[in-house]
């Protein structure tokens, strides 16, 4: 079974200096048909403007990742992190028993990015944070994985059975994820466009897929997508 989120339908708000899409329910967008997906939780779609950012807040008891599409965001955290990631960054930060940071657009242009939420199969754990760069040929005609609970393949550790991959696809280049009975997948589509099992998404639409074997990617144009491998 397919379920199509179409990017229209997404949750909105724009503050000025952040334009932002949800994809679940978030803040002053409430949805009870779209409360997450499994322990999927977040994926928001954020644009913040030049010199805009989130000042310093608080997170517990989740598993965070950044994905940055354009420009830069500067990250400081009260565990002594601080880095700018860039396209390419994956950035993870388990808030576990609290956490407080701050992200910030310090570039001379507008950064676009994706913030997920992972709910962690652990609570009360010691806070961590991890980044690793996957440059585009790692991700090109195929699904890399970017992060996992075993740090499989290179990819970043996160608190929850669940597998993130990042792909890139344009034009003949194709691949497949089987799915172990039992799991579901989301997946996301950062831009561009892509045909998955035969359906025809664009930049912002997502799809949600129980009882299936298989999931896979073709005929895309200049697509970025994030597919999520859940319990």
């Not at 199969?121 to 790692?138: M, T």
């Not at 561009?192 to 073709?218: F, H, M, R, W, Y």
């Amino acid at each position: 079974m397919m379920q199509i989120r179409k990017s229209e339908e997404r949750g909105h708000a724009n503050h000025g200096w952040l334009d932002s899409h949800h994809s679940f329910s978030f803040a002053d967008y409430y949805d009870p048909r779209h409360m997450g997906f499994g322990p999927l939780r977040v994926i928001n779609e954020d644009r913040v403007a030049q010199g805009g950012g989130f000042g310093t807040h608080g997170h517990k008891d989740m598993e965070i990742i950044t994905y940055v599409l354009e420009g830069e965001l500067a990250h400081k955290d009260d565990m002594g992190n601080g880095s700018v990631i860039r396209p390419g960054d994956v950035q993870r930060m388990s808030a576990g028993t609290g956490v407080r940071h701050s992200e910030s657009n310090h570039a001379d242009r507008l950064t676009h990015f994706l913030q997920i939420w992972i709910e962690p199969n652990v609570r009360g754990s010691a806070p961590g944070y991890a980044e690793k760069h996957f440059d585009a040929a790692q991700k090109r005609g195929r699904l890399q994985l970017i992060a996992s609970s075993d740090g499989a393949d290179g990819s970043i550790t996160i608190q929850q059975d669940a597998k993130i991959y990042a792909g890139l696809f344009d034009g003949q280049e194709q691949a497949a994820v089987t799915l172990a009975p039992g799991r579901r997948a989301w997946l996301h589509v950062a831009r561009g466009d892509i045909t998955v099992n035969g359906a025809a998404l664009k930049t912002g639409d997502a799809v949600a897929v129980e009882d299936e074997p298989q999931i896979a990617l073709s005929n895309g144009r200049q697509a970025e997508v994030l597919l999520f491998d859940l319990p």
